[in-house]
């Protein structure tokens, strides 16, 4: 399949997530964050404990939202440890059509394909294998990375991280991704900007309007904050899912992400739900179909 050069460089940002130099900070910086960021945490326009931000630094992009989550940290850390769990989380945002994970001699791996928002076969979708390493596991600390050295449009040095320290009221969690650009992906995401991106917003206030309204940062920093929330919304939903029955989990992340997206409709909404989880029921039996077969080749 033949794509637009400027589509394939919005895919990309949707399910890639490309990075640089983005080291794990350590459970005593973490935890200075949190201190720092308490204000923004505890009132925000979010109405929740959720800060985003966002930068662009020659051609490094870089989106990260900090937030506050009501479950154990060692819960979570002992899901958010596997490949296995990624895929699920993965799986909820709108652009994956298809997450698989697998172990070689040189350590564990996922693919995202990354597809447009609406239903698609991970044939149709472009793949990109990220390393899997879990920096930390400690009682105080999680820190897990997924790397890969370069994707379509000549971006490199792709890099996803989350991180994690308890609270008496739950876990701090810091989810960053980073990518640097290419003359090519540059060229791309100009037309993106141009069509399908333009008029869409980021989370970051830059300012007010005649009438006190706040105005939000768009262009690359607005991209790489929605996808940031978009995923950072797909962890906490996953984690929501983990006190129902087995059977149910899958369907009741389908229906909170949904939800917790919605709440930002200027900057998030861009299918019904009707729609949404139709697309997801048939990506999630391809996912299961594909896992299967890559399961079935590795015990032979």
């Not at 990220?130 to 490199?156: K, M, N």
Request: glycine share 8%.
């Amino acid at each position: 399949m033949q794509i637009p050069h400027f589509l394939l460089l919005s895919l990309l940002l949707g399910a890639g997530l490309p990075a640089f130099a983005a080291e794990t900070s350590g459970a005593d910086a973490l935890l200075a964050a949190y201190r720092d960021l308490r204000p923004k945490l505890d009132t925000n326009a979010f109405g929740v404990p959720i800060h985003v931000e966002s930068s662009e630094q020659g051609n490094l992009k870089r989106g990260e939202v900090y937030g506050v989550v009501a479950h154990p940290f060692t819960r979570l850390a002992e899901v958010l440890g596997t490949p296995r769990e990624w895929c699920a989380i993965a799986l909820l945002h709108l652009n994956i059509k298809t997450c698989t994970h697998g172990r070689t001699g040189e350590g564990e791996w996922l693919n995202f394909y990354s597809g447009r928002k609406f239903y698609e076969p991970p044939e149709k979708a472009y793949m990109l294998r990220y390393t899997f390493h879990v920096e930390a596991a400690r009682a105080d600390y999680l820190a897990v990375t997924l790397t890969a050295e370069s994707g379509p449009l000549g971006t490199t040095d792709y890099r996803i991280t989350l991180e994690a320290v308890p609270l008496e009221s739950g876990a701090f969690v810091h989810f960053r991704y980073a990518y640097r650009t290419s003359l090519m992906s540059s060229v791309a995401t100009t037309g993106y900007l141009a069509t399908l991106g333009s008029g869409k917003l980021g989370f970051t206030v830059i300012g007010h309007d005649r009438e006190g309204k706040p105005e939000y940062v768009g262009g690359v920093r607005g991209v790489v904050e929605r996808n940031a929330m978009r995923y950072y919304l797909a962890i906490q939903a996953f984690l929501e899912s983990l006190d129902v029955p087995e059977t149910q989990r899958t369907e009741q992340r389908f229906q909170r992400w949904f939800e917790l997206t919605e709440r930002y409709p200027a900057q998030l909404h861009e299918l019904e739900r009707a729609n949404y989880l139709r697309y997801k029921r048939q990506e999630l039996a391809q996912q299961l179909e594909r896992q299967q077969t890559l399961d079935a080749a590795a015990t032979r």
